[in-house]
């Protein structure tokens, strides 16, 4: 099968092939605030790896909303033009990604993994599976291959056993995961302060005049939602969007 890496910048994994994504979401790095330091050492990373020199895999991990994503995704937007190209892959798709090796060997191109929000149970069996991807197949991974993963947590499970005999065993094969990925960064939370001048840098884009009314009403959204993050002030961007919108056409003001 010819797949065009030339045309299409993004990929997902349909029937052990790549389908391509016509319109993937494209993000300047610059919009994402407040996450200098993920996001230095991961454009560093892809740096390298655009060049051909060796480098890690990539897990972010940490608060939702906080960016993990999004990064990943401003990551193609940097380097499109360096022959990034970015495969969407998914847990149910770890059986089939010995089968995209051939297609993507021999390409001059270079290739993320990307797998959002990874997350196992101790019993799930694609624990090992995925393991393998990573580090210790007998079958050699593309050199132009890297993995680049998101989670909420940081030992990638969500089941763990306390009560068995030799608990540190469980730790151990937990961790053999997490270890293989070179690089992991953590994601935090984000204060008032920084949701408000992320909102502040979105509103100032859109040339949307700014009045005390919108911090206000930015608090309480965000209180109504989970707290401050990321994702929150993007949801609270559209919400704006809409409640402007619809005092334009009906002359309303609440």
Not at 42 to 58: A, P, R
């Amino acid at each position: 099968m010819n797949i065009d890496f030339d045309s299409f910048l993004a990929f997902r994994i349909i029937n052990k092939s790549l389908e391509p994504i016509k319109k993937p979401e494209l993000i300047n790095p610059e919009d994402l605030l407040f996450i200098d330091h993920q996001k230095q050492e991961l454009i560093k990373n892809t740096h390298c790896f655009v060049k051909g020199y060796l480098t890690n895999d990539v897990l972010l991990w940490g608060a939702r909303g906080s960016g993990k994503s999004a990064l990943i995704k401003s990551i193609l937007f940097k380097f499109k033009d360096d022959g990034l190209r970015i495969i969407q892959a998914y847990k149910s798709n770890l059986e089939d990604i010995s089968n995209i090796y051939d297609y993507i060997h021999d390409k001059p191109y270079r290739f993320i993994l990307f797998f959002d929000d990874l997350v196992f149970s101790e019993k799930d069996e694609l624990f090992s599976l995925m393991k393998a991807i990573l580090e210790g197949d007998v079958e050699q991974r593309p050199d132009n291959l890297l993995v680049y993963a998101t989670s909420n947590r940081r030992d990638l499970t969500i089941e763990r056993t306390y009560d068995e005999k030799f608990p540190e065993d469980t730790n151990n094969d937990v961790y053999a995961l997490v270890d293989r990925f070179g690089l992991r960064l953590g994601f935090w939370g984000f204060s008032k302060t920084q949701y408000i001048n992320i909102i502040k840098h979105y509103l100032e884009k859109q040339n949307i005049k700014i009045e005390d009314w919108v911090y206000q009403e930015a608090d309480r959204f965000a209180m109504n939602s989970g707290g401050y993050s990321g994702r929150c002030a993007k949801q609270f961007i559209r919400y704006l969007n809409i409640k402007l919108c619809y005092n334009s056409v009906y002359g309303r003001e609440d």
